[in-house]
């Protein structure tokens, strides 16, 4: 063989891996309408992907999915108004029924009719062992789910369960499809088939979603045709990319928002949310249980210079898991900042200052660990001014950071910065953070919280379905939070959106811990239209 | 030459299969949980129930002898599992991503061959000259210049600055068809970046090959029989001065690979190393079992295909055994 045939051989061989490039790398992509004016189409920046497209596997539980539609949906000022069904649900005298009735006239986007063997289809997949999905807990209450005729579904309950419609925004995915593969990896999770406003064009993992809209939609063809969400988890090159015009619009952190305040093109939105920093104050820990030290925490920090400094003001004080504004609130039990008080009751409950400013008790150093995950700033940032606001009352805090498989282990005894918030129900958050047999259940009440008044009261919420008798049981639950505090919540976050002007003045909801994909401005891109 | 083409492929085997087992060993002792990133968010609130029950779906409960084994035994059936991380079968995910990879891989080792062996030769013509001076220096600096860091200095100029070339991705945000355009675009940076940062190595080996030979005896004859400069060193000197670097091409293979590792990450080039930084960190055995073979069988080839280039070029030196 001479060189010639050398270069012959390789010159083939990189003909060869080229072709092969090409067969490899067929479009997946579905086709696409024509490319629009810039008021037909929008490019958003978001921080996090769903790991999966199916509603079977988690994917839009909350609603506003975009592929899909639940039973019922979430507006604007966060009530419940029908969607898939026709009518909100029916609920037996017990509370332990709830009967929906569909509409006839929606089709899933491959052009098969949408009937109730698809609803019941869909949450029987969700509650089957097998199906990989982790937020079937939050169905737990579902004993049956049947259907009567085409038309007609009813829900079973094992107990009353009072915020049970809240839960039927989850999608519903079509049984002729999702019913024929695997439900854990079948192509149904990456190329859905929905009765949503937009169809899926596109998805390159780690890259941007895309979406075009549904000309078939029954509630109209959405005026944005083509919408597409970009995928950037760095806050930096989000910013900058919206800067030079790449993007429509994007959620960014507050001081990075700041940078486009003054922009006459985009406005800024605060959308206000249940998303919550806390500290758990575990029960299991000599000092973090104790009740004194906890309702010395629980006044000692400042709350206020939390949301002005760590939060750049995007953001308000947080009493309990209800944000303030909310009308599930207890008015009366914001906690005022007051370090004299602080030190008083630590004072009168036994805790003697010692030579080093820390206090102590029988023996015990008025000392824990607090842990908070690594590489998350605004945790950092809570975690830090939480243990410098308790050093002035005498308690020392020492924080770490660490990975969930760090910080997992230790929960029982050690505090943790922790964050969550579910719109919707009062019962979603407190049931699962407060309920002492929930205590040490995965991620479930943290703190080992154990109060039988709050078990009691929040039994009653969820079971009640008669409103005022809802609202007297969580303002027990919010007032026994006072005397008992388990955790210290700290603040509920604003997350902020900067977007271009195009679309006129857009409007958000109330938004839950997770951001970024269903919630922000485009909560209801369907029902955009140019400003004229 | 065949037979030590198959004694290499029977060799093979047993090294692949010590490879597999190491990744999962590794994975399994590692401190993370497979089912805590499967589960994501919604793992927050799942109850210690429904945590069980993914556990046991997943197929991660069981030793890890027993995951190896049964990840093994269907691989050679051809079955490669579902990857939980994608949520779909691991053959999927590889056919959909192995050949953007292989596109930027080939574009940029082919960019590294032609840039480091053009200015190898044109800097062995006059060593230390302002050229040899210039660009050695430069190929010491790529040389300890990680690949991460020259993709951001990349994007930072190129595409925050000048604005002229994008900064990520396959294809524009706003467009969702896959065309050539659009991908040539896309393709410039990233494969630029990784090429030139394996061109120092070519370009080192080319530049002492050519130079030594120039040294050599025969050209000196060639020079002194009054051939053409461009006929002694294109036609003598490059000839003999080539053939270090060819055993070099199957060795930077698994440079290449590290190197498209981090530039597929710093471009969100949707390719197979970006995936395996997911499999990896999500403890995904199927898909990091795969993915690992794949490495290891391409590490192997480089190395047989280097050394029957050496063997082919160079009559000389033999096929070993």
Redesign the interface.
Known sequence: ?T?RS?RGTAAAA?AG??A??????S???SG?GPDGGDQE?A?VGIAYEP??L?PL??YGKDGNSKLFDGLLAVDGDMNLRPALASALPEVGADGTTYTYRLRDDVKFSDGKPFSAADVVFTYRTILD????N?????L?AIKDVTARGEDTVVFTLKYPYAPFAQRTVLPIAPEHLAGRQ?V??G?F??KPVGTGPYLL??W?????I?FKANPDYWDGEPKVK?F?M?IIKDDD?RA??LR?G??DGAILPPNLAKGFENDKGRRTYSATSYDYRTVTLPTHNKVAGDNAVRRALDIAVDRDTMVDKVLDGAGRAAHGPVPTGSEWFTKGTERVHDLAKAERILDEAGWKTGRDGVRTKDGVRASFPLWYLSGDKLRQDHALAYASDAKKAGIDIKTQAG????IEPRMRTDAVLAG?G?PGDPDFDQF?LLNST?AG????NMAWYDNPAVDKALDAGRESGDKQARKAAYDTVQRELVKDPGYTFLTHIDHVYVVNDTWGTLTTQVEP??HGLASGPWWNVEKWAPTP | MARMTGRRLLFAAPVLLVVTFGVFAVAAAS???PV?S??????????????D??RA??GVDQPLVACWWEWLTSAVTGDLG????????VADVI??R???S??LA?SAF?LAILLGTALGVAAARRPGGWLDRCVGSAAYTLEAAPAFWLGLLAIWFFA?RL?VLP????T???S???TFGQVASHLVLPAAVLGVSQMPWFYLYVRQGVADALEEDPVRGARARGLSERTVLLGHAW?SGMLPMLTLIGSRVPELITGALLIETVF?W?GIA?ATV?AATSVDFPLLAALTVLATAAVLIGNLLSDL?YG??DPRVGFDG
């Not at chain 1, 390159?204 to 941007?208: A, I, L, N, R, Y």
């Not at chain 2, 900064?167 to 396959?170: D, F, S």
Request: with cysteine; charged share 20%.
């Open positions: 063989m060189a050398i990189l891996s080229l092969f490039t090409a067969t490899a790398c479009n997946p992509d696409s189409s490019v790991d999966s199916s596997l988690g062992a097998k199906t990989n982790p937020s079937k807990t939050e737990a695997d854990n990896t192509p999770t990456t064009t596109n390159s993992k780690g890259e941007k895309s083509k597409t970009a090159v900058t990319r030079a790449d993007l990975t969930w498989e760090v969550g579910a699962s929930l259940d995965g991620f479930n811990h997770d | 401190p993370f949980d805590k499967y589960a994501g968010t919604a793992g927050l609130s799942a109850s210690q129930e429904t945590l029950q993914l779906n997943l579902d990857s939980a991380v994608m949520r779909r079968p056919t959909e192995l050949g953007w292989v596109l080939t082919v925050l604005g900064a990520g991705g396959l524009d945000s706003g969702d068809t896959v000839r969100s949707p970006a997911e280039l082919l070029a």
